[in-house]
């Protein structure tokens, strides 16, 4: 599904009630919408969006933007020494070097959480 004023939409199709359900994820809010054609779809969508942003306004609330992919963080000189080194030591750019450590690290806790869940 197109993005829509940088929100997108994921879709399934629910087959017994022949209507097709979506949600904009990306953004810890849940906003949903429905429809029973391709065209119809399009249309909820960017109502829902729109229906969305002016809640959000009406409450005087910041909208939930979709995550950019981009982080910033701040840590001591001595820290950013050893990302560096550590890095280095993989032959990794220092981006690739977080991404794989927090990766890594999100998986563990995602783990560990199922892990409890299930208990």
Known sequence: MRSYKGYTGSVEFDEDDMVFHGRIVGIRDIVTFEAETAQELVQA???S????LAFCAERSQEPDRPFSGNLSLRMTPRLHQQVVRAAGNKAQSVNQWITD?????ASRDAESASMVVKA
């Open 101 to 105: 450590t927090l990766t890594e690290a």
């Open 49 to 52: 969006v729109d229906d969305y």
């Open 45 to 47: 969508f960017r109502d």
